[in-house]
T-cell receptor
């Protein structure tokens, strides 16, 4: 199994508070992704990174920011959480853009009250 | 827009065969993936098709027809542990993965 861990695994917070989710990998993969998964929807890409300090937006990036200061860590920040951001968040990694196979972390369940 | 369609839920019997279909309309095509996701867990990679035809891997097979924008995942000799959601995803011309909402497969004894 790919070495990829997310923290926290579960979090309950209140509307308007900042939240940071962390993804840590030990595989030295270049690409890292943050997805959210909601009932009735496919996985939706929030942001991704193709190297240290190199990031780009996905289809649902509004309200989220990311940072990657080291190859192994990719942080997802909700500056001011809203109830619509209640979701399960998955981090994923891949060796390259064209290799395709993603390895997923265990997921972080976020509830915004 | 880009769209991936797959049935929401399917039921099958232990020991039987089930086929899960996936149709897609995307901006370009650079491969189709199937992932398995057990409830409360992360998706895990099952198969990859980039050329037309059938790819077999043990009890699981995946078929692709690029001209029809169609794929299916075939599961044989179903076991109770195959109860899970099966996600179809297409890599588009920008190498981004477009995901279907998933098919929940229920296996009955």
């Amino acid at each position: 199994d790919a070495g990829i861990t997310q923290s926290p695994r579960h979090k309950v917070t209140e509307t308007g508070t900042p939240v940071t989710l962390r993804c840590h990998q030990t595989e030295n993969h270049r690409y890292m992704y943050w997805y959210r998964q909601d009932p009735g929807h496919g996985l939706r890409l929030i942001h991704y990174s193709y190297g240290v300090k190199d990031t780009d937006k996905g289809e649902v990036s509004d309200g989220y920011s990311v940072s990657r200061s080291k190859t192994e860590d990719f942080l997802l920040t909700l500056e001011s959480a809203t109830s619509s951001q209640t979701s399960v968040y998955f981090c994923a990694i891949s060796e390259g853009e064209e290799t395709g196979e993603l390895f997923f972390g265990e997921g972080s369940r976020l509830t915004v009250l | 827009g880009q769209n991936i369609d797959q049935p929401t839920e399917m039921t099958a019997t232990e020991g039987a065969i089930v086929q899960i279909n996936c149709t897609y309309q995307t901006s370009g095509f650079n491969g189709l993936f199937w992932y398995q996701q057990h409830a409360g867990e992360a998706p895990t990679f099952l198969s990859y098709n980039v050329l037309d035809g059938l790819e077999e891997k043990g009890r699981f097979s995946s078929f692709l027809s690029r001209s029809k924008g169609y794929s299916y995942l075939l599961l044989k000799e179903l076991q109770m542990k195959d109860s899970a959601s099966y996600l179809c995803a297409v890599r588009d011309s920008n190498y981004q993965l477009i995901w279907g909402a998933g098919t929940k497969l229920i296996i009955k004894p």
